[in-house]
């Protein structure tokens, strides 16, 4: 059973830094292709993609986080962490973050969430 857990939001100055982290269990071995995935969703706004993660190493990130967000991940005690290293925050970050996985099987796709961790950002 694939299992999603953030951690790592909370309240930040303009211009600082926050890592989230989200412990993935159940997805290692679990797919012929994993892609982990951070998404964002402000009040009032579509929740976004912000950062994407393939197990051979290949991210991919929004415009509007490119140059300030990294995505990375480890297999730590059997379980898949993934991280989202977020520096220069700007107001407009101030989201929910969601951890995402995406495990792509033969004739099949399947999609995991977390439960979502609040990242404010505000003087």
């Known amino acids: 059973q694939v299992q999603l857990e953030e951690s790592g939001g909370g309240f930040v100055q303009p211009g600082g830094s926050l890592r989230l982290a989200c412990a993935a269990s159940?997805?290692?071995?679990?797919?012929?292709?994993?892609?982990m995935n951070w998404y964002r969703q402000a009040p009032g706004k579509e929740r976004e993609l912000v950062a994407a993660?393939?197990?051979?190493?290949?991210?991919?990130?929004a415009d509007s986080v490119m140059g300030r967000f990294a995505i990375s991940g480890e297999i730590l005690n059997a379980q898949y962490m993934v991280y989202l290293q977020m520096n220069n925050l700007k107001p407009e970050d101030t989201a929910v973050y969601y951890c995402?996985?995406?495990?792509?099987?033969?004739?099949?796709?399947?999609?995991?969430w977390g439960q979502g961790t609040q990242v404010t950002v505000s003087s």
């Open positions: 995402n996985a995406r495990r792509i099987l033969i004739g099949a796709t399947r999609e995991h």
């Open positions: 159940g997805v290692i071995g679990s797919a012929n292709v994993l892609v």
């Open positions: 993660l393939t197990t051979d190493g290949r991210a991919n990130y």
